[in-house]
């Protein structure tokens, strides 16, 4: 089926260590999106991708790096520079970066700190 | 800057019920809005879609309508069951140039519970 995966669902940081989340999509959409959901604050845009070897900052991208080598995966680094890195990662596609398309989400990669 | 409000913040009501989920935005420069559900623990599940153009998008028991001028948006859950038990959440495609073009601005969400 066609749709997007993130993993790991579940991911644990030690203090001072890089972790990475994988996003990887099978609907052959141009523009990709990194978005941080806490408990009470709604979704919040941390980076996007509008094409194969582009990307942008969103409201929210300090402590955080991605790369999009390929079209069908854009993986998300949270760096040990990201101080409160605690909480629910969600990916989301669509099939032109056009604001008049629909985002769709993965399930999610929830990240805790040891 | 854009801010998303969702009202009420949890709402609890017996099945069979229609209802109403209220959405506000503060700057009517959209593109769209976007309704979604968020099961627990889950990713977001694409409900209906409204451009700044429409008045409302029907998907089966959903209806949602969008007042731009207003800055308002409603989506009606008809005859509600315990499977529509879930976080439903708004959010707007700002139409602001620049680095607004890639954001969604979502609200708070509205936690729906439907006892049987």
């Known amino acids: 089926d066609g749709g997007i995966t993130q993993s790991p669902k579940y991911l644990f940081r030690k203090e001072g260590q890089n972790v990475t989340l994988s996003c990887e999509q099978n609907l052959n959409h141009d523009a990709m999106y990194w978005y941080r959901q806490d408990p009470g604050q709604g979704l919040r845009l941390i980076y996007y991708?509008?094409?194969?070897?582009?990307?942008q900052k969103g409201d929210i991208a300090e402590g955080y790096s991605v790369s999009r080598e390929k079209k069908e995966s854009f993986p998300l680094t949270v760096t040990s520079a990201q101080k409160n890195p605690t909480a629910f990662y969600l990916c989301?596609?669509?099939?032109?970066?056009?604001?008049?398309?629909?985002?769709?989400f993965g399930d999610g990669t929830r990240l805790s700190i040891l | 800057k854009q801010e998303v409000t969702q009202i009420p913040a949890a709402l609890s009501v017996p099945e069979g019920e229609n209802l109403v989920l209220n959405c506000s935005f503060t700057d009517s420069a959209i593109y769209n809005l976007q309704w979604f559900r968020q099961d627990p623990g889950k990713g977001l599940t694409s409900l209906l879609l409204i451009q700044s153009s429409q008045r409302e998008q029907t998907s089966g028991r959903l209806n949602a309508s969008l007042d731009k001028s207003s800055g308002r948006s409603t989506l009606y859950i008809a005859a509600s069951q315990p499977g529509d038990s879930a976080t439903y959440l708004c959010?707007?495609?700002?139409?602001?140039?620049?680095?607004?073009?890639?954001?969604?601005?979502f609200g708070q969400g509205t936690i729906l519970t439907v006892h049987p």
């Open positions: 991708s509008q094409i194969v070897n582009d990307f």
């Open positions: 989301a596609s669509s099939i032109t970066p056009s604001p008049y398309q629909p985002q769709h």
């Open positions: 959010a707007v495609r700002p139409d602001a140039g620049g680095t607004s073009y890639g954001k969604l601005t």
